[in-house]
């Protein structure tokens, strides 16, 4: 851990840590609230950064909704930790998912983009959001997030996901395709859709 201070927001008081690996220089910001180590587990949410959606309000992509949701209903949960992870673009980074908009632009859905940039459609890793989660003394969580492949990750690294809860916003008129494509291509739990 890096740093630790008081964060107060609309949807709570939380802690806001910074953490920052060992091995791969990776960074996360994690925001807190209640007792983990209680009685319940808490509620968890693992949120990828998203430049374009989560601060520029973007409609290509449910990311903002997303975070507001979790952040609402960990705001009102007796205990949970919010992760926020720079893994930009599905984990491509901010210029190449650049790249991959402008190949969507021309007809392309989020995973033929990322592959025809010579990506993964998801090249993100949760080991070191685990590694967080076990230092916060969170082994066992109830999580927020309609990924499938967060869930197996998570359970691999030695976190017991107890259980998953949906974390599905209202879906945009805009949004609808990107959710889709996440829903056939990728297996995302989407109701719906």
Do not use: W
């Amino acid at each position: 851990m890096i740093a630790r201070a008081d964060l107060p927001t609309r949807y709570g008081r939380f802690s806001i840590f910074g953490f920052r690996g060992h091995e791969k220089n990776e960074e996360a910001v994690v925001l807190v609230r209640g007792d983990l180590k209680g009685k319940a587990a808490p509620l968890v949410r693992v949120h990828s950064q998203c430049l374009t959606g989560d601060v520029l309000t973007s409609l290509r992509c449910d990311c903002r909704a997303q975070l507001e949701l979790s952040m609402k209903k960990i705001g009102q949960a007796s205990a949970g930790v919010l992760l926020y992870l720079p893994q930009e673009g599905r984990g491509i980074g901010l210029m190449n998912k650049l790249r991959a908009y402008q190949l969507q632009d021309g007809g392309m859905d989020t995973v033929e983009a990322n592959e025809r940039l010579g990506f993964a459609a998801d090249a993100r890793d949760y080991d070191f959001s685990a590694q967080i989660l076990k230092k916060l003394g969170a082994r066992h969580i109830r999580l927020l997030s309609n990924n499938p492949e967060k869930v197996r990750q998570l359970e691999n690294a030695g976190i017991e996901v107890v259980e998953r809860i949906p974390c599905q916003p209202r879906v945009s008129r805009i949004s609808r395709a990107y959710l889709k494509t996440k829903k056939r291509k990728m297996g995302h739990l989407l109701k719906g859709i």
